[in-house]
């Protein structure tokens, strides 16, 4: 049973433009989220996190936006740039019980020159 | 910076063989995770271990087999391998329980 989704398997973009990448969960309990990226032959790299007390959280091009009600949390990259171009994963746990992390099937993004 | 270590990077073993997958975590940080991602699928977490004691358990088969030992390594133990424990096998490690994880490089095995 798949408790987080990334519905889009991938995404294209211009350069410059803004990457919305979505992200959906079924356990209410989970309560810390987690964005990676990853490049082919190498292990995902960490993004940004957000804990479920906030819904917003910025750091540089990155922000990731949690909206606990509908259970989905987004990452906007602002502007895209080539080399961001590479399979995004969210992630999530329910830090009250566990610290064993569920992830999505990914999204591939590609940022075009 | 130190980075999250695996060895070996490519593993090549035949069916009812066993394999040995090594993680040294980044020095200081105290908590390894263990995960398995198949060809187009999500990694999928197996096992993780906190100061050396296991603190969680996915979907690791009886076949399979972890520790972290007193300088914090890791070690995953596959026994009677079959085909479709051909994936890649990453290890990460945090520095304390609940942070974010960073990951290696992973493990490619490949079962004949």
């Known amino acids: 049973d798949q408790q987080v989704k990334q519905n889009s398997p991938s995404l294209s973009v211009q350069e410059g433009r803004i990457s919305i990448l979505n992200c959906d969960y079924t356990n209410s309990m989970f309560d810390y989220f987690l964005w990676y990226k990853k490049y082919p032959a190498e292990g995902p790299t960490f993004l940004i996190s957000?804990?479920?007390?906030?819904d917003k959280n910025e750091d540089g091009r990155f922000t990731v936006f949690l909206n606990k009600s509908a259970k989905h949390l987004s990452l906007h990259i602002v502007p895209s740039q080539p080399g961001d171009s590479a399979v995004y994963f969210c992630?999530?746990?329910?830090?009250?019980?566990?610290?064993?992390?569920?992830f999505g099937t990914g999204t591939s993004l590609t940022v075009i020159p | 910076a130190a980075g999250v270590i695996q060895s070996p990077r490519h593993l090549i073993k035949e069916k009812r063989e066993t394999a040995t997958l090594k993680c040294y975590p980044i020095?200081?940080?105290?908590?390894v995770y263990w995960y398995q991602q198949g060809p187009g699928q999500d990694p999928q977490f197996l096992i993780s271990?906190?100061?050396?004691?296991?603190?969680d358990k996915g979907s690791i088969p009886d076949r399979f087999s972890a520790q972290q030992f007193s300088d914090y390594h890791s070690e995953l133990n596959m026994s009677s391998l079959e085909l479709g424990d051909s994936a890649l096998y990453f290890c990460?490690?945090?520095?304390?329980?609940?942070?974010?994880?960073?990951f290696g490089p992973g493990t490619r095995l490949t079962v004949l």
């Open positions: 271990f906190y100061e050396k004691m296991q603190s």
């Open positions: 020095p200081r940080h105290d908590t």
């Open positions: 992630a999530a746990s329910a830090l009250r019980t566990g610290n064993q992390f569920y």
């Open positions: 957000i804990s479920s007390i906030k």
């Open positions: 990460a490690s945090s520095p304390e329980w609940g942070n974010e994880q960073f």
